[in-house]
């Protein structure tokens, strides 16, 4: 073992790397003398390696620089067998995933045996060989950390993304989570230096972007960012432009993803003034948010049993729009009881609020939903509209209801006797039954005085901002009295009179006749701009009424979807809503995406310029909501869903208590060398000052 003798017996880390060297030069010679076999000695040169750390006088570290390039080029040559290969990096994550070990990123030359090409290859081979998940988040640890202070192995910044995305298809989120929180802000910091953001600027934008369920990770980096972005700026290269494009565009809709947390980004807010984003700043957003399937790590289940619904790539216009159905209540209940034959976007919905009531979990991922209630038009991974999302998903629900029971009806019919006159109404579906109502819309000539009426069933009311309504804020009571004032129809807008016989001045009127039991107001705070040939939204300031009069009714709000953003093809969208047991033990929650915290009544009448109302939704006053209901008297299909969902929560938790033992084990061993802060991050160090 002549070899290893001279590879570990000295201390001097300029030494001991050139002994290094000199192995490697008598390999062969060494060989044939010593009768050793050659992965024998490659696992041997390997686990040196990870004993040198860099040195921080400039004399030895240029001599350290040059002996690091011959042993990588003697590695690569002697290395050409896949055995050797394999042997070489089994070592290497053997090394790198024991905290017992010394593993200083010298050791990181070895990951040169690898071409760019063979790095997924190498991760799957390494996913599926059955180390423990405790192994593995020890090597990415390890990973992130030489990434943060070594810029030398150009392939160690695309192994640390290949590796996280394979973790990230095994379901491994707690270990993402917890390595992202650790390593972002040294990481973030790096962008400043032009060589280590070729390799690092592709891990900081997966980490923030698959963190977009969890303010943690941008709260770290918040105090960093405008020194980070300045430096972006002032180097003015085609890479550094692009990045500060991509953090700028991320920034911003991360901000927008956390509006809880909006009061931490008030200088970046600022800061970011003089920039402009992209329309499609948002698809930055486009990944798996790293939320564990049973329970995330680091949102704890909420102690007011509150439930999350996942971002599937921009889809918050559509999470914001269930959370509020599932607020009211009426319609809730409607749901989970309806029995009998349902269509699939009915009976998945009944699943969803099954779950949203019982589940035990931090938030759930909406897919079925997505998959069966995208409108036409709608394209996977891009921001909609989520009042044309609400009319689509009541159209179809009430539709496929009218189906089923317009079949049962038939089939009914076809086997009872017929008798004339006997004629009944069709049942109420439940859209209607919660928010149906019907208005009479009265046309009258201003010459001969003849009149036409037209009854119309409405889901929602769409309220429109009158022209001279100025900065002025506008309240709801407002915009419901205006929409139900007459209109004139005159010049290009006359009427129609077949007394008269042409088109002559007249007025228009609508009449609400029957109130809905829930009221759903969209606001209008949008404008068509024939330049950009899109939306352009008004920013109409508005004063959120809590309650409002619609014909004599009096109706209370509840809950209200709020656009945060200036465009309503982009941005983000959040819901408010409010429940408790009694009317006078309502309590206010925010739901944005899968965080769900306690909010009060005052945040609804203080929300910043660009985050406006636009779905109110009002519980009519004398219609009392019911009671939330039991498990016990759900459908036994729907029993099952839940038990099934409690159960794997309940093994999840346990399967994350071991982790967490685990972790807190590891984490009592003494830091190992070359893994705790060296590098840029060394006050010593004064190669780079970041």
């Known amino acids: 073992m002549a070899v290893k003798h001279k590879v570990v017996e000295r201390v001097y880390t300029p030494s001991r790397l050139h002994l290094i060297l000199r192995a490697l030069q008598n390999l062969n010679l060494e060989i044939e003398q010593q009768g050793m076999e050659l992965p024998k000695v490659c696992e041997t040169i390997v686990q040196s390696l990870g004993t040198v750390s860099m040195p921080q006088k400039t004399e030895e570290y240029v001599k350290f620089m040059a002996d690091v390039k011959n042993i990588q080029e003697i590695l690569t040559k002697a290395c ?153 700026q002032k180097e003015n290269s085609e890479n550094s432009q692009m990045y500060l494009l991509k953090i700028v565009n991320l920034s911003v809709a991360l901000m927008e993803t956390f509006p809880q947390s909006m009061e931490n980004y008030v200088s970046i807010k600022r800061f970011l003034e003089t920039y402009t984003t992209n329309s499609n700043y948002k698809s930055l957003l486009n ?77 759930l991922s909406p897919n079925d939903i997505l998959n069966l209630a995208r409108p036409p038009g709608f394209q996977p991974g891009h921001q909609h509209d989520s009042s044309e999302f609400l009319g689509y998903l009541l159209d179809v629900l009430h539709e496929q209801e009218k189906s089923i029971s317009g079949e049962q009806e038939i089939a009914s019919n076809s086997n009872a006797p017929s008798s004339s006159g006997s004629a009944t109404s069709a049942p109420l579906t439940v859209v209607q039954r919660s928010f149906g109502g019907r208005s009479v819309t009265i046309s009258r000539c201003n010459n001969c005085g003849n009149q036409s009426e037209r009854a119309d069933t409405f889901r929602e009311l769409q309220l ?106 982009s941005g983000h969208y959040y819901t408010f809503a409010k429940d408790g047991a009694t009317a006078t033990q309502q309590e206010w929650y925010m739901f944005s995406d899968c965080v769900v915290t306690r909010a009060s009544e005052s945040m609804l009448g203080n ?72 590098g840029l991050f060394n006050p010593s160090h004064t190669r780079f000052v970041c």
């Open 80 to 232: 050409t067998s896949e055995e050797l290969i394999s042997t070489t990096l089994k070592t290497l994550y053997n090394c790198i995933s024991d905290r017992k070990r010394q593993r200083h990123a010298t050791m990181s030359i070895v990951l040169q045996l690898i071409s760019i090409d063979a790095i997924p290859d190498a991760v799957k081979w390494l996913l599926s060989s059955g180390y423990s998940e405790q192994s593995l988040e020890e090597a990415l640890m390890t990973l992130c950390c030489w990434l943060s202070c070594w810029t030398w192995t150009p392939n160690l910044g695309p192994l640390v993304l290949c590796f996280m995305e394979g973790l990230e298809e095994e379901g491994h989120y707690d270990i993402l989570v917890q390595v992202t929180l650790h390593f972002i802000e040294r990481l973030f910091k790096l962008l400043i230096l032009s060589e280590p953001r070729k390799t690092v600027g592709p891990v900081v934008l997966h980490m923030l972007s698959s963190m977009q369920h969890n303010p943690e990770a941008f709260n770290k980096i918040a105090p960093h960012f405008n020194k980070v972005l300045t430096f972006l």
């Open 287 to 363: 990944c798996k948010p790293w939320i564990n399937r049973g329970i995330s790590t680091m949102i704890k289940p909420n102690s007011f049993g509150k439930v999350g619904l996942n971002n599937l790539g921009n889809t918050c216009y559509m999470n914001s729009v269930l959370q509020a159905l599932f607020m009211t209540k009426i319609f809730r209940n409607d749901v989970l009881l309806a029995k009998g034959d349902l269509m699939p976007l009915f009976s998945k919905l009944q699943i969803l609020f099954a779950l949203l009531q019982h589940s035990q979990k931090s938030s």
């Open 464 to 569: 429109s901002f009158p022209s001279s309504s100025g900065d002025e804020p506008s309240s709801i009571q407002h915009l419901v009295d205006y929409y139900l004032q007459p209109e004139r129809l005159c010049d290009d807008n006359q009427y129609h009179c077949d007394k008269c016989g042409g088109l002559t001045d007249g007025e228009r009127v609508t009449k609400v006749v029957e109130p809905p039991p829930r009221l759903v107001l969209t606001l209008k705070n949008f404008r068509y701009d024939s330049v950009s040939q899109q939306r352009t939204k008004l920013l109409q300031r508005v004063k959120l009424d809590g309650s409002i009069k619609l014909e004599g009714a009096q109706y209370n709000l509840y809950a209200t979807v709020v656009h945060c953003g200036m465009s309503l093809d």
């Open 607 to 678: 929300m910043k310029h660009h985050e406006t109302p636009y779905i109110l939704f009002y519980s009519r006053e004398d219609c009392v909501d019911p009671a939330p209901l039991p498990r016990s008297a759900l459908s036994p299909r729907l029993e099952n869903v839940v038990l099934k969902d409690l159960s794997e929560n309940e093994n999840e938790r346990r399967r994350a208590a071991i982790r967490t033992v685990a972790r807190n084990n590891r984490n009592d061993d003494p830091p190992p060398p070359g893994c705790s802060g060296g």
